[in-house]
């Protein structure tokens, strides 16, 4: 079970801020850092760049201070009998970069909504969002590849995902995030496993499924929202990717609902 004592998002900190409990409290302590931070780890202070996490054990000894004009953190003061949480394989009071920042923060602010509101399901909700978050930090950790660029791309490619009917182009994705076309092309693929303009044309194909499977929409109207200008380069590309036309691909999804 897990039970929150006290938890805080984008909590606002100036440039003199320090946080020092010698001895610890008396519960887990977890905090996503928005900027960058000094940290005692080792009996050494170091500096931590931002969207990074750390977590300390109860009567772990707890130093960190603002290391720029501002700092910011979400904190999660908490109890916990969970062997995810008492079994963790994460460091302890060593901060580690999240490969995904904003997907860790909407989850403390979900937590922090349970938190709030006493409702029905709370208890659970809370142990369910606990269990992702754990996992999404779990991930982080055992991902050593986050280059200075990498949360750039995660950006660019949230933005592809979310609006595949945008007309991308390399050079536009480029200048987006300040890096040569060349480069970008390297990088994406070496951090995703595929290229920016498959990413688009994957969820392109994606977007266009789900219009086919609803039936509502022209194939032609189908093209233009998801960014094609010329519908037989769109009926190329999704038969290719799908081993079907377009047209057979939405007849076979009527004839399962049949």
Known sequence: MIKIHFIGCEAKHPDNFVFHIPKGHDCWLLLHIHTPALFLVDGQLKEYPAHCAVLYQPHQKIYYRAS?????????????????????????????????????????QLLNTEHIFNKDFKVSSVDYLFRILFNKLHESYLHNNISPNYYNLIKLRVQIHNNPGH????????????????????????????????????SR???AKEYLMQGLKSIAEIATLCGYNNIEHFCRQFKKLTGVAPGAFRAGCTKKHD
């Not at 109890?79 to 999240?98: H, Q, R, T, W």
Request: proline content about 6%; charged content about 20%.
């Open 68 to 108: 720029i004009d501002q700092y910011i953190n979400d904190w999660i003061l908490f109890d916990s009998d969970e062997a995810y949480v008492i079994n963790s394989k994460l460091p302890y009071g060593i901060p580690f970069p999240l490969d995904d920042p904003l997907y860790c923060h909407k989850l403390f």
């Open 205 to 207: 194909i994606r977007l």
């Open 167 to 202: 007309h991308w182009t390399v050079a536009e994705m480029a200048k987006q995030i300040h890096l040569s076309p060349g480069y970008l092309q390297a990088i994406y693929k070496n951090t995703f496993g595929i290229s920016c303009m498959e990413d688009v044309i994957n």
